[in-house]
């Protein structure tokens, strides 16, 4: 089993609709984790951070499970700028671990 | 600021060849490390440092060696290019709230 996995995508959704995002991660202490997004041919850019009492960030709002062991990233009201690549990622010490990506369409 | 560069943007190597790919950053600070992304793989960590002088491996280290030159500088060397090791390298840096900031990448062709 990975370590850290996403769901696998790809979504293609319309403007304007919400979608959510899981990422599921095995060691249990691990104690940071993140959103990046990443656009095509490009670096991935920090999107937020996800904080244990969950948090918002404009339309972008992440939560933590530690019981379940997963974390999400929903979109609302998807903008045809959201389209890219949103990789999670997760610190179990000194370390980074990266999720392999759920790519996102937005159509117009 | 430049934040973190990387050298260089793209290259092409044969097989056996050995280079070295360099990163530095203006951002002071302490911690960096070297990913390759390949697809469907996502990022996976070859090494690290977390600060000047230490450098520990990754998850994919066999085949690379590093050098933490200065708190500046983080380079990746391959000794012998192998075909496996086409990618895309990225170099990053860490804030003390483990916030990445990333360079923008190296394309890299083993023939």
New interface residues.
């Given amino acids: 089993r990975k370590e850290?996995e996403q769901d696998p995508g790809p979504f293609n959704v319309p403007e304007g609709a919400t979608v959510a995002f899981n990422c599921t991660y095995s060691n249990s202490a691990s104690q940071?984790f993140?959103w990046?997004r990443q656009d095509c041919r490009?670096?991935?850019?920090?999107l937020m951070?996800v904080y244990s009492s969950g948090n918002e960030d404009g339309r972008f709002t992440a939560q933590l499970n530690r019981a379940s062991q997963y974390i999400s990233l929903l979109i609302r009201d998807s903008k045809l700028s959201d389209s890219a690549t949103y990789?999670c990622?997760v610190?179990p010490g000194?370390?980074?671990?990266?999720?392999?990506?759920t790519r996102l369409t937005v159509k117009p | 600021n430049a934040g973190v560069t990387q050298t260089p943007k793209f290259q092409v190597l044969k097989t056996g060849q050995s280079m070295t790919l360099q990163c530095a950053q203006d951002m002071n600070h302490n911690s960096m490390y070297w990913y390759r992304q390949d697809p469907g793989m996502g990022l996976r960590l070859i090494y690290y440092s977390a600060s000047e002088g230490t450098t520990d491996k990754g998850e994919v280290p066999n085949g690379y060696n590093v050098s933490r030159l200065n708190k500046r500088e983080f380079s990746l060397r391959l000794e012998s290019a192998a075909p496996s090791q086409t990618s895309v390298y990225f170099c990053a840096i860490a804030d003390f709230n483990n916030e990445q900031f990333f360079g923008p990448g190296t394309r890299l062709t083993v023939l």
């Fill in positions: 850290v940071s993140f990046y490009k670096e991935p850019k920090l951070s990789l990622v610190i000194n370390d980074m671990r990266f999720g392999a990506g």
